[in-house]
Nanobody, 127 residues
Framework: QVHLVESGGGLVQPGGSLRLSCAAS????????ITWFRQAPGKQREGVSC????????YYADSVKGRFTISRDNAKSTVYLQMNSLKPEDTAVYFC????????????????????WGQGTQVTVSS
């Protein structure tokens, strides 16, 4: 069955960097889009970035453009989220998700488009 496992979270100072990983199994990884979401306490889950299957097109929330970079290594069935210039408002639990589609178009950031989720990894940005 579909299985997603996030790792790489932690505590980092403002301006610092982290790289999150989402290791996938149970499906033909190359074909399908993977999306990162985050959820801060008391807030709704929001889409952060999506990478499509096939050509690997990337999409970003406005709040992270220019700071975060999504990439995928199909040989390792893993998607990465490189997060630079981190801010306190980036503090959240980060999840990866898929619905076994190659892409989502403009709906990529809607949590209800996804059926499969990882358990999440905590990112805390604080001095």
């Amino acid at each position: 069955q579909v299985h997603l496992v996030e790792s790489g979270g932690g505590l980092v100072q403002p301006g610092g960097s982290l790289r999150l990983s989402c290791a996938a199994s149970g499906f033909t990884f190359d074909y399908y889009a993977i999306t990162w979401f985050r959820q801060a306490p008391g807030k709704q889950r929001e889409g952060v970035s999506c990478i499509t299957g096939g050509d690997g097109s990337a999409y970003y929330a406005d709040s992270v453009k220019g700071r975060f970079t999504i990439s995928r290594d199909n040989a390792k069935s893993t998607v990465y989220l490189q997060m630079n210039s981190l801010k306190p408002e980036d503090t959240a639990v980060y999840f990866c998700a898929t619905d076994l589609r190659s892409g989502y178009g403009s709906s990529w950031s809607r949590p209800n488009e996804y059926d499969y989720w990882g358990q999440g990894t905590q990112v805390t940005v604080s001095s």
